[in-house]
């Protein structure tokens, strides 16, 4: 079955650490997102990959960190500078950048 | 930069009521326009998209959409609801000519369809 998966589903965190996310798919996809998702915010860009190796910031990539080894691997560092962690994060991919998005489960983080 | 309004943020309806959810978008120049959907518990899934070519497009479950250039909008429409349209939809547009390559989303309408 191809797909994205995003783990954990839920994911708690102190204050003050940073915490990963995971997100693999195996569509055989170049390009890979990152987005939030806050409630009545719709979603935000925060780090996009077009190829492996390559990766540009979005909207709002302050306090976030990405790294894209692997093609079908792009996980998110959420750093202890991000002012606001709690959100709800979406992972997607398409063939390219001109290509329809598909979408992760998501991955819900809590920072205490 | 690229912003999209979706004018409705909460929509209800009745069984086979007709649906019109607005969204316009800020930017001029060549889009890409779309329409997702999540219903509860469910992934974000793509209803419909337009790249080029006939400006109404159809898409999953009976939904379509018209893209009015002039208007910058992309509204999507269904003529008879269900009871499992039940859901959150957003409109997302990237612009072809470069920048950011992500989607530029909507706040979302949650629609709630009564039986």
């Known amino acids: 079955d191809g797909g994205i998966t995003q783990s954990p589903k839920y994911l708690f965190r102190k204050e003050g650490q940073n915490v990963t996310l995971s997100c693999e798919q195996n569509l055989n996809h170049d390009a890979m997102y990152w987005y939030r998702q806050d409630p009545g915010q719709g979603l935000r860009l925060i780090y996009y990959s077009q190829i492996v190796n390559d990766f540009q910031k979005g909207d709002i990539a302050e306090g976030y960190s990405v790294s894209r080894e692997k093609k079908e691997s792009f996980p998110l560092t959420v750093t202890s500078a991000q002012k606001n962690p709690t959100a709800f994060y979406l992972c997607?991919?398409?063939?390219?950048?001109?290509?329809?998005?598909?979408f992760g489960p998501g991955t819900r983080l809590t920072v205490l | 930069a690229q912003s999209v309004s979706q004018h409705n943020h909460h929509v209800i309806l009745s069984e086979a009521a007709s649906l019109e959810l607005g969204c316009n978008y800020s930017y001029g120049g060549t889009v890409n326009l779309f329409w997702y959907v999540q219903y509860p518990g469910q992934h974000l899934q793509l209803l419909l998209k337009?790249?080029?070519?006939?400006?109404l497009v159809k898409g999953i479950k009976g939904f379509e959409a018209e893209f009015i250039k002039s208007k910058f909008s992309f509204n999507l429409r269904k003529p008879s609801v269900q009871w499992s349209d039940t859901a959150e939809y957003f409109c997302a547009v990237r612009n072809s000519g470069g920048g950011a390559d992500g989607l530029t989303f909507g706040k979302g309408t949650h629609l709630i369809i009564q039986p």
């Open positions: 337009y790249f080029s070519g006939d400006p």
């Open positions: 997607a991919s398409s063939m390219g950048l001109v290509y329809e998005q598909f």
